[in-house]
């Protein structure tokens, strides 16, 4: 009895709040684009997001224009949480919302942009630093979809 209360809740959160992992797919009747693009790995540590802790223990900006302010860990410029399949890219180019699909990682989508990120650079989300490293830097032929 318990283990099927706990499922209920469980699947009771998964409806109410998202499991946080939505499934990206090409929108229908829209035309792919081809390009060669540099992939790399990124996750939300210190590291990669560039943020410190302050003096009372919450993460900060850690340079740039908004050194010292708040910083919500995990949170994408276009105000999604970040989870397995979240692209950074250069929105002037690929504007939020582009799908791609990338050979080894499989299908995201632009919901955060990044300050070295420009061009045909894109910076893949992963759980965990190591993941990311391991991804490192790729070229890869690349599918893209604008919405």
């Known amino acids: 009895m318990r283990r099927v209360m706990a499922w209920l809740l469980l699947m009771a959160g998964l409806l109410l709040f998202g499991s946080g992992c939505a499934t990206v797919h090409p929108p229908r009747g829209v035309p792919n684009v081809e390009r060669t693009v540099l992939a790399t790995g990124y996750c939300p540590c210190r590291e990669c997001c560039g943020w410190r802790r302050n003096w009372l223990g919450r993460p900060v900006y850690a340079s740039g224009p908004l ?19 979240t692209i950074a890219a250069d929105t002037s180019r690929y504007p939020f919302g582009t799908i791609f699909y990338i050979p080894g990682y499989g299908y995201g989508r632009v919901e955060d942009r990044g300050g070295d990120i420009k061009g ?5 989300f ?15 032929q690349v599918q893209i979809w604008f919405q």
């Open 67 to 85: 050194a010292g302010q708040r910083k919500d860990v995990g949170m994408t410029a276009s105000g999604t949480r970040a989870h397995k399949g």
């Open 126 to 140: 992963f759980e965990s630093h190591r993941e990311a490293l391991a991804w490192g830097r790729r070229y890869r």
């Open 120 to 124: 045909d650079h894109i910076d893949l």
